[in-house]
């Protein structure tokens, strides 16, 4: 058995012996209702079937145009509001724009449909942090940023369930061995030793040093087998971690996308050493918060429900077709600047006859799909044994990533509904977009109450509802060779010849997808904007 199959195997058995374990409390069965929500993928189909060169009907125009309202159009477009730039629409496919950082509601309880959490922005994100600012979460007092306790993930933070029963943390300590614990000691050497060949930033930026690239040759288990680091409670961890931040486990991911994840923030901690805890940044709706607050101040400009068809650069501006969706007719659009922030699968295909970087860099993509659950409970669950409920929750050896609880930042003392939000990430899987389509709601609802009941027996009989959000392509995969790709590079810059006018923006220009990726790269486009205009930006506010 290989090393690999062997770390399943143990994983899975490790699970089923929790599932093994008696089920106390347990209540009849209610019928449990709910559905599909969040991104419609009808919709974003409608792409293949709309016409992109039919004479439409609409005509409008603005100054600036952005395509795409996920976290980096909306950054886009508050640049362009800060510097005083009225005239400009941002078309958005869905309904409400925040791309993977929407937020839903169930049973009047607000609740995240993606992204559920920021860490508190380092040095390299300042545009991030000074966004912070400008919303009152983020402070500088004496030369040190502060932020508002009231938005930081109250303690406790989180906790694994692991040989049934819960511990505090998320990397397994109850019981491992004394050679567990020294890998997790020489792990966390090797991260600090990469830390000190060269700086890992959030968001990554500037030229990428050789020790980079020869990490982003390879994939992370292998860096991990060459490093000899190959005990199973170590790599379960590790594998977590990059299915939690990319969609795709350690077997997928380059190694500089594994050891990005601790290296770009307050590095790994074995137990017994002494490191500064992550912190982070969460509300009730996840992500969903912050983008609320870059789309409130757009209004009309925020032109929800349109499906961008096509893009052309002509010789005094851009043209773009978009479908709107309610009013069932084609729009053209001129502008004289369009940000294009769209996931580079999309870019490629509304743009006939691409620019050369773009052509070069979209086939290249990997993408992995995602299900987000919503499961209203009536009350707070039965616990088994060990660290109390904390805001995010996992399962050792599970397929899902565990869930976060919208109530926890309540400081409400009393047993009231609330709603766990429940993620599986399937970038490993072979066919995982067409069988997330085609999973009925039923069998996702019976997938995440199966999962979740093993540490929790009493949760059917507190399920009032489960709304299941899908997404077919959620995030670009750190695949190797994307960290130094050239053609992400080069689609960072302005672009040349008839494309002058085109500026791109989307966290699919880093080849991973987080917020700070998005909203950095939305910055970027903006202030190329004002440039082009000749407009001088403000920064912050």
């Known amino acids: 058995m290989t090393e690999t199959a062997r770390h399943s195997s143990l994983t899975r058995r ?18 449990i209702v709910g559905g599909f929500n969040g991104a419609s993928p009808e919709r974003g189909h409608l792409l293949r079937k709309l016409p992109s060169s039919a004479t439409p009907p609409i005509e409008r125009r603005c100054d600036v145009l952005i395509a795409g309202g996920g976290i980096a159009g909306l950054s886009a477009a508050r640049v362009l509001r800060q510097a005083g730039v009225e005239d400009f629409a941002l078309l958005e496919l869905e309904d409400a724009a925040g791309g993977n950082s929407r937020a839903g509601s169930v049973g009047g309880i607000k609740c995240p449909l993606g992204a559920h959490y920021l860490p508190v922005p380092g040095d390299g994100a300042g545009e991030v942090r000074d966004f912070l600012e400008e919303l009152g979460v983020a402070k500088r007092v004496a030369g040190r940023w502060t932020y508002d306790e009231r938005h930081l993930a109250h303690s406790p933070q989180e906790r694994l369930f692991f040989n049934g029963r819960w511990q505090e943390g998320l990397l397994p300590v109850q019981g491992v061995s004394a050679r567990t614990l020294e890998q997790y000691r020489l792990f966390s050497q090797r991260v600090a030793q990469a830390q000190k060949r060269a700086r890992f930033t959030l968001p990554a930026r500037g030229p990428v040093a050789a020790s980079h690239r020869a990490l982003d040759a390879v994939t992370f288990v292998s860096w991990l087998d060459r490093e000899g680091l190959n005990d199973e409670h170590l790599r379960w961890y590790l594998d977590y971690c990059c299915r939690d931040d990319y969609g795709a486990g350690i077997a997928i991911v380059s190694a500089w996308a594994g050891l990005h994840y601790f290296a770009s923030r307050h590095g790994f901690q074995a137990p017994g050493e002494e490191g500064e805890r992550d912190s982070v940044l969460t509300w009730p709706e996840g992500n969903g918060w912050l983008a609320g607050r870059l789309a409130q101040p757009l209004g009309e400009r925020l032109q929800a429900g349109r499906v961008v068809t096509r893009i052309v650069p002509l010789r005094q501006g851009v043209e773009v077709h978009a479908w709107d969706v309610a009013a069932g007719r084609m729009e053209r659009w001129q502008a004289d600047q369009c940000v294009v922030a769209l996931p580079l699968f999309v870019a490629a295909r509304v743009m006939g006859a691409p620019p050369r970087a773009l052509a070069e860099a979209a086939p290249r993509m990997r993408y992995a799909s995602w299900a987000v659950a919503n499961v209203h409970i009536d009350r707070p669950l039965q616990d088994r044994a060990g660290a109390p409920a904390s805001w995010d929750n996992v399962l050792y050896g599970a397929a899902g990533l565990g869930y976060v609880d919208a109530g926890h930042q309540d400081l409400n003392p009393l047993p009231v509904p609330t709603v766990l939000t429940w993620y599986r990430a399937l970038g490993e899987q072979a066919g995982a977009r067409q069988q997330l389509l085609a999973r009925t709601w039923e069998t996702w609802r019976d997938e995440v109450l199966d999962e979740l009941s093993v540490p929790h027996p009493d949760l059917r009989a507190r ?12 995030m670009a995969v750190p695949v190797p060779v994307t960290r130094g790709s050239t053609a992400l590079a080069a689609l960072r810059r302005p672009q040349p010849g008839m494309w002058r006018r085109v500026h791109f923006a989307h966290a699919d220009l880093s080849g991973y997808s987080i917020f700070e990726e998005a909203f950095t790269h939305g910055y970027r486009a903006g202030q190329a904007v004002l440039a082009a205009v000749g407009i001088t930006a403000k920064r912050g506010r």
């Open 14 to 31: 490790a699970f089923m012996a929790s599932a093994a374990l008696p089920l106390v409390g347990c209540a009849p069965e209610r019928v």
């Open 463 to 474: 399920t009032l509802r489960v709304d299941v959000a899908r997404y077919g392509h959620a």
